[in-house]
């Protein structure tokens, strides 16, 4: 049981290009969400998902973008990175939004 | 949406000290208050949670407690120890299947 799995776990990007953090879960989890955090501003809300085929936007989901094709697996896109997307995400899972979240390992952003 | 205000931003004790954490929210439909610990260079992890139909929960040296005609629940840990170092956040969820999180607060204690 490997829990939530994020990959990957740094990444420099140049301004413009597009990439994709993947997020992975083994627990049978409906409910999946993307957060970045940043210094002084914990953690925001990017997208979020509630079960396969469903997607919603969070707090801050300008430059991003998901799909959820399956219960294992919600990875996030950045379409055209820009240096404000430099941060820290996690990918967290858990049964429903009302239970616990169990995060992955974080992915560190550089977009130069 | 819902806002999450925690306080304060930065907070150091004295080994076996108390600390207390305080969390403010907008939304009065908001049910569910967690508690996540995050060291440094690791993922948040749970450490406590609380729903709208408790007042008060304890686990060891944990505890929280819940306001919501003032809106507001807190994190009180007694006995404090090195390993208690970290950053806490709490969050708030209701029925729109969004947790919130406040801005965290960064814990010391000093030997």
């Known amino acids: 049981n490997a829990g939530v799995t994020q990959t990957p776990k740094f990444q420099v990007l140049k301004t413009g290009q597009s990439m994709t953090l993947q997020c992975a879960q083994d627990?049978?989890?409906?409910?999946m969400s993307w957060y970045r955090q940043d210094p002084g501003m914990g953690l925001r809300l990017i997208h979020y998902?509630?079960?396969?085929?469903?997607?919603d936007q969070g707090e801050v989901p300008n430059g991003y973008n998901v799909s959820r094709s399956t219960t294992e697996d919600f990875p996030l896109r950045l379409l055209s990175a820009a240096p404000s997307q430099t941060s820290v995400y996690f990918c967290?899972?858990?049964?429903?939004?009302?239970?616990?979240?169990?995060f992955g390992q974080g992915t560190r952003l550089t977009v130069v | 949406g819902e806002n999450v205000e925690q306080h304060p931003s930065t907070l150091s004790v004295q080994e076996g000290d108390s600390a207390v954490i305080k969390c403010t929210y907008s939304?009065?439909?908001?049910?569910?208050f967690p508690w996540y610990k995050q060291e440094l260079g690791k993922r948040p992890q749970l450490i406590i949670d609380?729903?709208?139909?408790?007042g008060e929960k304890k686990d060891q040296r944990i505890a929280v407690t819940l306001n919501k005609t003032a809106k507001h629940f807190s994190l009180h840990i007694t006995e404090t120890q090195p390993e208690d170092s970290a950053v806490y956040f709490c969050?708030?969820?209701?029925?729109?299947?969004?947790?919130?999180f406040g801005a965290g607060t960064t814990v010391t204690v000093r030997a």
């Open positions: 627990m049978n989890h409906e409910y």
């Open positions: 967290a899972s858990s049964y429903r939004a009302d239970t616990e979240a169990f």
């Open positions: 998902s509630v079960g396969a085929g469903i997607t």
């Open positions: 939304d009065s439909a908001s049910n569910y």
């Open positions: 609380i729903r709208s139909n408790v």
């Open positions: 969050a708030a969820s209701s029925d729109d299947y969004k947790l919130s």
